[in-house]
């Protein structure tokens, strides 16, 4: 059996235009009708989206993702087993997607230094529409993935534009933290929370989780 070991991820936000929510949206939400909230809200708005997508593990807007992996083979019992046969590959769900394409895959050589480039459909496999599985031959234990990962707005482009409830979570985050600000021990700040998320945000996010082990 193959174990898959997320030893790092760095994500970078790649994203050209505006946030998910605009400020029109959120003022609306928030039945804010004056300007001179305006940059905390457009903050806020930044700030929720980074919320959400942490909360699911996934991205909103586009990012460039590297992911630096290890894959271990573990026995399938406490027990020696000198008969079990190798996988010949290990496999697993992109973190952080939904994922446009996978743009390169390295392995570091038993040297720890070579830097091998991996070939699509012969030392790795991609399937799956928007949160894509990578098959990667066993030959290769200490690999590194870059790929491009968000939903996207442009007409025709996979995965498509961000699912309403989550739009709608991080509008009713960004009134949350509006409302509560600067009360961070008010027991309404804190009693119907969970991992950082608003009660409201996190009834429509909650089914939008993915796992991830980073």
């Not at 929510?21 to 457009?42: I, N, P, Y």
């Not at 870059?146 to 509008?171: C, D, H, M, N, S």
Request: glycine residues 6%; charged residues 25%; negative net charge.
């Amino acid at each position: 059996m193959i174990q898959n070991i997320f030893l790092d991820v760095d994500k970078q936000e790649a994203y050209v235009g505006q946030e998910p929510v605009s400020l029109a949206d959120a003022k609306a939400h928030c039945r804010v009708d004056f300007a001179d909230d305006d940059t905390l809200l457009t903050d806020l708005i930044t700030e929720c989206r980074g919320v959400i997508e942490d909360y699911c593990h996934i991205s909103l807007v586009q990012k460039t993702v590297t992911l630096t992996t290890k894959a271990e083979e573990a026995l399938k019992s406490n027990y020696a087993q000198p008969f079990q046969v190798r996988e010949q590959f290990n496999e697993f769900e992109l973190p952080y997607g939904p994922v446009r394409s996978v743009d390169i895959v390295t392995s570091i050589d038993s040297d720890g230094v070579t830097v091998l480039n991996l070939d699509i459909d012969s030392d790795y496999y991609v399937w799956g529409s928007a949160f894509k599985y990578i098959r990667i031959s066993n030959n290769f234990t200490n690999n590194i993935l870059v790929y491009t990962a968000g939903y996207g707005t442009e007409q025709g482009t996979t995965p498509g534009p961000i699912p309403g409830p989550l739009k709608r979570a991080i509008l009713n985050e960004v009134a949350y933290r509006y409302e509560m600000r600067g009360e961070p021990q008010n027991i309404r700040a804190t009693a119907f929370t969970e991992e950082g998320v608003c009660q409201a945000a996190r009834i429509l996010a909650f089914p939008y989780r993915r796992l991830t082990s980073i």
